[in-house]
């Protein structure tokens, strides 16, 4: 297949490489379009009041690549609409795979790697979000060492790369085009090869004080909470399924926000 990948943690997350490799190892044709620094909880902002750049560059990817200096519906956008041959469109957009988990409504509305992916959708095409879990302290270290996994985090990822991979063909033959639809995998931590799906519905979390009280500048500055989840037992949920150590794979049907 001929996919779109895109993320929004930036061009030189190791998440993404991974991802990107193992879609190359089952033959598929890749175009990587990704934004040039991170751009996390952006949602699907655009950059309408000032130029965004699309450079065309190489980062060992072994595909054509171009890095965008705005948000990563920036990034879809223009590649659908100016750097992709218009001759052969692509199957599906894949966004991710995301530093962190985008799990429940709160996360999922906020999430730049999910706009990613809905910014496919708007274009009539299949869209795919990818997400992996990870704790606090791993985060940091990731962070730390450039956006690298370490001999820790590796396994882990690649065998959700892996996963993505496998899942990426099968979700796209099951969506039309013009569906309106963005599937949203979340990976636990850890992941393995033996890993189970489990379909899921988005968690209800809410998130109250993400910002500090103000500083002596007059500032507030994010905290990161992973908020309340006030979600039923039943049907499961996409935290619940990660958190018992499976992957979570939520349909994201926005046809079913009208009325």
């Known amino acids: 297949m001929r996919f779109l990948v ?15 490799r193992a879609l190359l190892a089952q033959q598929h044709e890749l175009f990587v379009v990704a934004p040039k620094k991170e751009q996390s909880w952006i949602g699907a902002a655009k950059s309408r009041n000032r130029p965004v750049h699309a450079t065309a560059a190489d980062h060992g990817l072994g595909c054509p690549t171009w890095v965008v200096d705005g948000t990563p519906s920036d990034a879809v956008n223009i590649a659908v609409g100016h750097l992709l041959p218009a001759s052969q469109p692509v199957d599906a957009v894949i966004s991710g795979i995301n530093v962190g988990l985008n799990a429940s409504l709160a996360f999922i509305i906020a999430s730049g790697t999910v ?3 809905w910014e496919g959708a708007l274009h009539g095409i299949p869209a795919i979000a990818l997400s992996q879990d990870l704790t606090v302290e791993l985060y940091d270290k990731f962070k730390a060492a ?22 990426a063909p099968e979700l796209t033959r099951q969506m039309e085009r013009c569906s309106f639809t963005v599937h949203n995998v979340n990976f636990p931590l850890p992941c393995s090869a033996g890993s189970e799906v489990r379909h899921t519905v988005p968690a209800r979390v809410v998130v109250p004080g993400l910002f500090t009280p103000a500083d002596d500048d007059g500032t507030h500055r994010l905290v990161y ?32 926000l009208g009325f």
């Open 6 to 20: 895109t993320n929004d943690d930036g061009i030189e997350s190791g998440f993404l490489h991974e991802l990107v």
């Open 115 to 117: 706009a990613g992916a």
């Open 146 to 167: 450039g956006n690298q996994a370490d001999a820790v985090l590796e396994p882990t990822i690649r065998a959700s790369a892996a996963h993505a991979a496998r899942l």
């Open 225 to 256: 909470r992973q908020g309340e989840d006030l979600s039923p037992k039943e049907p499961l949920t996409d935290r619940a399924a990660v958190a018992a150590g499976y992957i979570s794979h939520t349909v994201l049907d926005y046809r079913k």
